[in-house]
């Protein structure tokens, strides 16, 4: 019995981790615009888990022992949009990834909004827009 026993729990602690350890992967590259590889991309992948990687010098990026399902993969570091792509990952398999991110385009401001203004022909005036400019009889 004791021998029955001890089988039975070599063949169930066994099987545990080896169901939840899929040897699914998914790898992949992250590039700007001209295809150069961007080293320091922060890469997630989001969906059964949640991971984060850096990209190493030649933009390259690996999560290992991803379980099967759908998951979404971002990439983003400042100075550049952030680039996603959704991938399904099946047991066993290994998904392969490209991605490039474009450089972000910033706005500066002064810390003011723009104020419309109007011009009132009559009295040959700027006034700003609004019910002030109304109220005092504007165009």
């Known amino acids: 019995m004791k021998t029955l026993l001890a089988i039975a729990l070599m063949v169930f602690g066994l099987a545990g981790p080896a169901a939840a350890q899929s040897g699914s992967a998914v790898v992949g590259s992250i590039g700007d615009q001209t295809g150069a590889p961007i080293a320091g991309v922060r890469v997630t992948?989001?969906?059964?888990?949640?991971?984060?990687?850096?990209?190493?010098?030649?933009?390259?990026?690996?999560?290992?022992?991803?379980?099967?399902?759908?998951?979404?993969?971002?990439?983003?570091?400042?100075?550049?949009?952030?680039?996603?792509?959704?991938?399904?990952?099946?047991?066993?398999?290994?998904?392969?990834?490209?991605?490039?991110l474009r450089v972000a385009i910033l706005e500066e401001t002064k810390g003011r909004p723009f104020q419309v203004r109007r011009v009132c022909l009559r009295a040959g005036l700027h006034e700003p827009a609004g019910a002030d400019a109304d109220r005092a009889g504007g165009c």
Not at 54 to 73: L, N, Q
Not at 74 to 100: K, W, Y
């Open 45 to 100: 992948i989001r969906g059964v888990v949640v991971r984060m990687v850096a990209t190493d010098a030649a933009g390259d990026f690996a999560f290992s022992d991803v379980p099967d399902g759908d998951y979404e993969i971002s990439a983003e570091l400042s100075g550049f949009e952030r680039a996603r792509r959704a991938v399904r990952v099946l047991a066993g398999e290994r998904v392969t990834v490209s991605l490039a």
